[in-house]
């Protein structure tokens, strides 16, 4: 059973005194204090020398300090799968100091690509993870182990998404879990072309026409949004949300003419996890958007 619950305090304090060193200084000169609560958590590291064999990823534009809190939160909830922090084009030196969870590591990216091309930039620099997580910057997460029940959730060839106390009950929000052999079979985690909107409609797209779509609303990871009046807005979601027109239009053309063959496309890798699943049970493709455990089941 998954355990839901506020950040403990000693959770609040490692975030606290992030945020004290985040904030504290300018932007030019904000000297790294480490502090004994932090103790769990390790320097940011710029490169990487291999990964691990599954990860979640986490895209940053111009938050570190909200950026920390995500990550303090994921600290504190126990996470105990490696990740990765992709600071997307942000030269801001404040970024050094992040404190990562055990076994996250972080790389910069010399130009922005916005949270579209980082899952793709991702994907095909390690094409070979069993499975990919994606969790935001503007996120906190409410449920201690809540990697766990999605990465089981999601499987190889599914989509798993968890609660964010706004609207994941019917789209593709909150942290999400993509089956490694399902993004390996479509050949990108985002249609190309977009840069940060409609992303989640593409996928929410695949996932309700070939039902391997999980939500699993026991899982809490809170969308922390200027939209939903939980944050202010920032200079990031506004570049963000600059592309909106361009990206409406990308994902117009993709329904248009790119849809149809992507879940062609992801459809055997789909049937094949189902059948080594449940080998002696027939796989049906059904149009129906799972709505939970009890719809579509987990591919593993």
């Not at 204090?33 to 590291?45: A, C, D, H, N, V």
């Not at 949270?115 to 069993?130: A, E, I, R, S, Y």
């Not at 990206?247 to 080594?276: H, M, T």
Request: charged fraction near 20%; include cysteine; hydrophobic fraction near 40%.
């Amino acid at each position: 059973m998954v355990q839901t619950q506020e950040l403990t305090n000693i959770g609040v304090l490692r975030c606290y005194l992030a945020r004290i060193v985040l904030r504290g200084a300018s932007r030019e000169d904000r000297p790294y204090e480490r502090s004994g609560f932090l103790i769990s958590t390790r320097k940011i590291r710029v490169g990487i020398r291999g990964m691990a064999k599954r990860m979640w990823v986490l895209p940053t534009f111009g938050r570190p300090a909200r950026c920390q809190e995500a990550l303090c939160s994921i600290t504190s909830a126990g996470v105990s799968s490696p990740g990765l922090v992709v600071i997307d084009g942000d030269h801001d030196p404040v970024y050094a100091n992040l404190l990562l969870p055990p076994d996250w590591q972080a790389i910069y990216l010399p130009t922005n690509l916005g949270v579209c091309g980082v899952f793709n930039h991702v994907l095909q620099t390690w094409k070979d993870k069993p499975w990919y997580g994606f969790i935001s910057d503007d996120s906190i997460v409410r449920t201690w182990a809540f990697d766990k029940p999605l990465v089981a959730a999601a499987g190889r060839a599914g989509f798993a998404n968890s609660a964010d106390g706004w609207q994941a009950h019917r789209r593709m929000h909150g942290a999400v879990v993509f089956g490694g052999d399902l993004l390996r079979a479509l050949g990108w985690w985002a249609p190309p072309g977009l840069i940060h909107c409609f992303v989640d409609d593409a996928w929410e797209r695949i996932g309700r026409a070939l039902s391997n779509w999980v939500h699993l609303p026991e899982v809490m990871v809170e969308h922390l949004h200027s939209a939903n009046a939980k944050a202010t807005s920032d200079a990031t979601y506004h570049k963000a949300y600059a592309n909106f027109e361009s990206d409406r239009a990308r994902f117009e053309e993709f329904v248009g003419s790119e849809l149809s063959a992507a879940i062609a496309r992801a459809e055997p890798a789909v049937v094949e996890a189902r059948r080594a699943a449940a080998p002696h049970s027939d796989f049906v493709v059904q149009s129906a958007r799972p709505r939970g455990r009890d719809r579509g089941g987990p591919i593993r």
